[in-house]
């Protein structure tokens, strides 16, 4: 920005240009709920960046470049917050906890959360990690000896909600060996709900409760016996093991520990709400962003060549990965877990509230001010990205070179993960998980197709996380096991 501009002073929001709206509900009744995401994203096209939007009584500030969203990420939780309806809204379904918390609240739960998810923590997991992973490669053995079609999306969240329900609970729920009812039939619900009543133009279902309201409430009814059931193990295994009280082996342990400490001003709700947290976190992000890379790479056969013979090189003469150094060494891989990203980010919004008075984007906001910021809108500009509608992993190498090489800059437009002081926490785990299941998935198959309802290119569904919908999964075995 030059020092001219620098010196322009704060537009208002009222002055912006913007989707032309009705009296009284604004642009409320243009908005497609599924497609959110992508009409932001052309509106934007349509208005520059930034524009305004009115969704009802509110006046939302809509933000593209990504250094203006860098810049607020970074200004938190001074100046920037999650939403007053977000810390409701995820308060009323059972998860207030550090997502869905701002101020001191949020920094209070932060460090904990952070301690439990540093890359040594994750790396002593890695042998549980593998059993996962392995009961997945079985069940996936199943299916393709059965010549059956994978509910890719179903499947994979077994596998995310069984990771994080080791690592941040201690619990093998073992979800990829059973056919009862999973905890993420009810899990599922949530962030669909969640979506809709951020929208909402009334919050009626505190008035009134319809038939979906009521069956909602059977769901978190259900999730929060679940969460009840994982403290209570960690309880009794802190009970029967006192000398865990000194080194806790998981968040839920340590979160247990300092709730009893008074002075540490945790409360019974918010372990509750941090449980609840972290599976809804950590189930939908990865699994979604899977089932993204592996449609793409069945649609990009040379991509999905280099990245088998990745594998099959590192791995040897196993099926899937038994030590970190494997995964450590699969960089094609990650970087089409990071060109996934960019194109198919499971979060191509994020809405903020301003706590004070501040300029985002060389626009005032008023205290209480809403923002969406459009996280994709850099990923796909050619001024950052050469060809950015194209899929190249390799553009995300260390040694890349050529025309589509990511510049220097790439990990600051390309923000899958958030920026600043509330980045995800869980990102470290998400590409260690992302790797393994793609090793195992390459090293043990081959991917016969991977289809979607109506053969057209894949739809992007918005329900809070953006998915890809109703992917279908063929894989046949790489070759017959030794009798
Ligand atoms: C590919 C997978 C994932 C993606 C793309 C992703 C993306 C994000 C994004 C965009 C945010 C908001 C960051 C911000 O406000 O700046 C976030 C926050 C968060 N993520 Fe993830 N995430 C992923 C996996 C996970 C996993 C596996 C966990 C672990 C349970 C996790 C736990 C969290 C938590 C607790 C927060 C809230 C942090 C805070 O507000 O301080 N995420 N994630």
Redesign the pocket.
């Known amino acids: 920005m030059s020092q001219a501009a620098l010196a322009d002073p704060p537009r208002r929001l009222s002055d912006l240009p913007g989707p032309p709206g009705l009296p009284l509900v604004g642009n409320s009744l243009q908005i497609e709920p599924a497609r959110f995401h992508q009409q932001l994203e052309a509106w934007g096209r349509t208005h520059g960046d930034p524009y305004r939007l009115r969704l009802g009584g509110r006046r939302l500030l809509v933000v593209a470049d990504p250094a203006a969203i860098a810049a607020a990420?970074r200004d938190r939780p001074a100046v920037i917050n999650?939403t007053d309806r977000l810390v409701r809204g995820a308060a009323e379904l059972g998860f207030a906890g550090?997502?869905a918390s701002n101020g001191e609240d949020?920094r209070r739960q932060?460090s904990m959360?952070m301690a439990a998810?540093d890359p040594g923590h994750i790396k002593s997991y890695f042998p549980s990690l593998v059993q996962i992973t392995q009961r997945f490669q079985r069940r996936w053995h199943r299916a393709a000896e059965a010549g059956s079609a994978i509910d890719l999306g179903a499947d994979l969240m077994r596998y995310t909600v069984d990771v994080?329900a080791g690592l941040?609970f201690g619990a093998d729920i073992n979800t990829l060996e059973s056919d009862d009812d999973v905890i993420q039939r009810h899990l599922d619900q949530i962030f669909p709900a969640l979506s809709r009543r951020l929208q909402a133009a009334f919050p009626y279902w505190r008035y009134v409760k319809l038939p979906a309201d009521r069956r909602l409430d059977r769901h978190v009814a259900a999730l929060r016996e679940a969460v009840q059931g994982f403290i209570a193990q960690a309880r009794a295994r802190l009970a029967a093991d006192p000398a865990l009280r000194e080194q806790p082996r998981n968040l839920i342990e340590a979160m247990i520990v300092a709730r009893d400490n008074p002075a540490s001003g945790l409360s019974d709700r918010d372990v509750a709400g941090n449980v609840l947290?972290?599976l809804l976190?950590?189930e939908d992000?990865?699994a979604h962003?899977l089932a993204w890379m592996l449609y793409l790479l069945s649609r990009h056969p040379a991509a999905l060549a280099r990245a088998r013979d990745e594998v099959r090189a590192v791995l040897g003469p196993e099926r899937l990965p038994s030590r970190p150094e494997q995964l450590a060494a699969l960089d094609y891989v990650e970087a089409c877990a990071h060109e996934t990203?960019r194109l198919k980010?499971?979060?191509p919004l994020?809405v903020m509230q301003a706590a004070r008075e501040t300029v985002v984007a060389g626009v005032a906001l008023p205290p209480g001010g809403l923002m969406v910021f459009l996280s994709r809108a850099g990923s796909l500009d050619a001024r950052h990205f050469a060809e950015p509608e194209v899929f190249e992993p390799a553009r995300w190498l260390k040694d890349a070179a050529g025309p589509l090489a990511a510049p220097g800059s790439a990990k600051r437009v390309s923000m899958?993960?958030?920026?600043?002081p509330?980045?995800?926490?869980?990102?470290y785990?998400?590409l260690l998980?992302?790797k393994m299941a793609i090793a195992m998935l390459l090293g043990s198959f081959e991917i016969e197709s991977v289809d979607t309802p109506d053969g057209g290119p894949a739809q992007e569904r918005m329900a809070f996380t953006m998915s890809p919908v109703g992917l279908r999964l063929r894989l046949r075995r790489r070759e017959p096991e030794a009798a």
């Open positions: 990420l999650r550090v997502f949020w932060r959360v998810f994080i941040a947290t972290m976190a950590g992000t990865t962003t990203m980010p499971v979060a994020l899958p993960f958030g920026a600043g509330r980045i995800c926490p869980g990102r785990l998400a998980e992302m």
